[in-house]
């Protein structure tokens, strides 16, 4: 493992999940300090423990990334703890109902834009002037590949993955000159409790046949790993990408390789 985040003062939304958790285990083993964001309803504890366990500084802050007052809650807490906010990754995210549109909640699909899009946009708009203050800073967003591809009957989850990749354009553009760059990940399939929950979704009664239908989508045959989603996340993160604004890296197994 490298350790070239050695010091850097990181933010990890949607922590004690299950790519949020994989991440801040990575990004902890390349030297980051890390303050991991919950929304309360699921613990930190274990994810801050893996993390202390690679050796890193790291605080738990409880906030919904969907108000902006939790926002600013997490970055007073990041620049008190570590003095500075050098990357955030705005990884918290829901699928909400799964079915058609015709018969899709209202209530849903405002849940879904609000903690999906609303935190992307909270999180740029907040963390942004403090980074480019310091003349330096990188934002990560979760996007999806459905938000490269239609994927039907999840159509909130798929415009709001949408939205994330536009709203990273439109931020990169206006943040390259302060040194921010902003850039997204866009994971396919990968193993989770989110995914299990969309194969029973998807096929009530059959998830597996649901799994074997996505895997499928694959060209490479098979479902992510959240290590790889995480691996992703720290190139970003680091100098290693440091060209890089505006971007979305795809990585799904070839699942979108045949769309634009
Ligand atoms: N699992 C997949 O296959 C997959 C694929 C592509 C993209 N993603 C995206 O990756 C991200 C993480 O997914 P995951 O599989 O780890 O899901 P997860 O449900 O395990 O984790 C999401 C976390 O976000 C937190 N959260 C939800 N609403 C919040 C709020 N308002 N304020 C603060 N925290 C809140 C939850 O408590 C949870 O800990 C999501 O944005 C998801 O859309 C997941």
Not at 95 to 120: C, H, K, L, T, Y
């Amino acid at each position: 493992m490298t350790n070239r985040l050695e010091g850097k003062s990181i933010i990890v939304t949607g922590a004690a999940g299950e790519l949020g958790r994989a991440t801040a285990v990575r990004l902890a083993a390349e030297g980051a300090n890390l303050t991991l964001v919950g929304s309360g309803r699921t613990p930190l504890d274990e994810a801050q423990a893996a993390a202390e366990a690679e050796g890193a500084k790291v605080i738990a802050v409880e906030a919904d990334v969907a108000t902006s007052e939790g926002v600013r809650r997490y970055l007073d807490r990041a620049k008190e703890a570590f003095g500075r906010v050098d990357v955030l990754f705005n990884n918290a995210g829901i699928q909400a109902a799964i079915g058609p549109i015709a018969e899709f909640p209202e209530e849903d699909w405002d849940r879904v834009m609000a903690v999906n899009v609303r935190s992307v946009f909270l999180g740029i708009k907040h963390a942004g002037p403090i980074m480019a203050e310091q003349g330096a800073g990188v934002i990560v967003n979760m996007a999806s590949v459905a938000g490269v591809m239609g994927v039907p009957l999840i159509a909130s989850y798929s415009a709001s993955k949408h939205a994330i990749i536009g709203l990273t354009k439109a931020a990169a553009g206006e943040l390259a000159a302060a040194g921010v760059r902003v850039n997204a990940v866009a994971p396919g399939v990968i193993e989770s409790p989110m995914m299990r929950t969309i194969e029973e979704g998807a096929a009530p009664g059959a998830p597996d046949a649901a799994k074997q239908a996505y895997t499928a989508l694959t060209a490479m045959g098979r479902y992510g790993t959240p290590e790889e989603v995480a691996a992703a996340v720290a190139f970003l993160a680091s100098d290693d990408s440091s060209y890089m604004t505006g971007a979305y890296l795809r990585m799904d197994g070839g699942m979108s390789a045949g769309s634009a």
